[in-house]
């Protein structure tokens, strides 16, 4: 798990969302943020275990539009993939 990374939240009230690690905060933990309910400013301490790497963004330097372009992004594809 690297930052950039696009993660889907495995547990907790956030469960089968969609994120952005944003940093890494020690061995077991992650930030992560999607833009919209959990900003760059205010990201969410996640541990990495409650989290499954599902894409990579590309996005190097987070900013919350950037994010939630990303995230609206994938959760396109996904959708579409899930329809074939």
Known sequence: MQIGDIVISLKGHDADKPFVV???AGKDFVLIA???SRG???PK???K???RVADQSGIENP???ALKKR???FNSDRR???EK
């Open 80 to 82: 579409l993939y899930a």
């Open 49 to 51: 275990r409650h989290l």
């Open 22 to 24: 944003v940093a890494e």
């Open 63 to 65: 900013t919350n539009a």
């Open 40 to 42: 760059v400013e205010n």
């Open 34 to 36: 999607d833009g919209k």
């Open 71 to 73: 995230i609206k992004q």
């Open 45 to 47: 301490l996640k541990r």
